[in-house]
C-alpha cells in the first residue's frame, strides 16, 4: 500500500499554470501507474490522466490534452502534474491516486479508467480558477 501527499494547489487565473505534486510512501511506488484524478463541487471524481510505472506511457481525458502533462520520478518517488492554459471549469479537488499494478506498460487502446481501479489516494488538493 502506498501513502500519497498532493501539495501545490491553490488560486490562479484563468490562462494560469500549476505544477501538483504527489509524494508517495511504500515499496510499490515504482511499479505502479500513476494516476491524477479531480472532483469538482457536486460531481463525480474524473480521470485527468495516468503515467506508467516506467513513465514511457501517458494517458489524458481529451478535456485536458495538449494544456497538461505528467512526470514521475521513480528516485524520489514523486509524481507531478503540470498544468497549463488553466480555465475555469478545471476549478476541483485534485487527487493522486495509484494502481497498483504495471499493466500500463503494455495497454493498448484508449484509456479513461473509473476512480475504484485505482487502489491507493491522496487527500486531495484544491485547484481554483478564476475567470
Known amino acids: 500500500q502506498l501513502q500519497l501527499v498532493e501539495s501545490g494547489g491553490g488560486l490562479v487565473q484563468a490562462g494560469g499554470s500549476l505544477r501538483l505534486s504527489c509524494a508517495a510512501s511504500g515499496r510499490t511506488f515504482s511499479s505502479s501507474a500513476m494516476g491524477w484524478f479531480r472532483q469538482a463541487p457536486g460531481k463525480e471524481r474524473k480521470f485527468v490522466g495516468a503515467i506508467s510505472w516506467s513513465g514511457g506511457r501517458v494517458y489524458f481525458a481529451d478535456f485536458v490534452k495538449g494544456r497538461f502533462t505528467i512526470s514521475r520520478d521513480n528516485t524520489k518517488n514523486t509524481v507531478s502534474l503540470q498544468m497549463n492554459s488553466l480555465k475555469p471549469e478545471d476549478t476541483a479537488v485534485y487527487y493522486c491516486?495509484?494502481?497498483?499494478?504495471?499493466?500500463?506498460?503494455?495497454?493498448?487502446?484508449?484509456?479513461?479508467?473509473?476512480?475504484?481501479?485505482?487502489?491507493?489516494w491522496g487527500q486531495g488538493t484544491q485547484v481554483t480558477v478564476s475567470s
Open positions: 491516486a495509484a494502481d497498483g499494478t504495471n499493466r500500463l506498460e503494455s495497454y493498448s487502446g484508449s484509456y479513461y479508467p473509473m476512480p475504484s481501479e485505482y487502489s491507493d
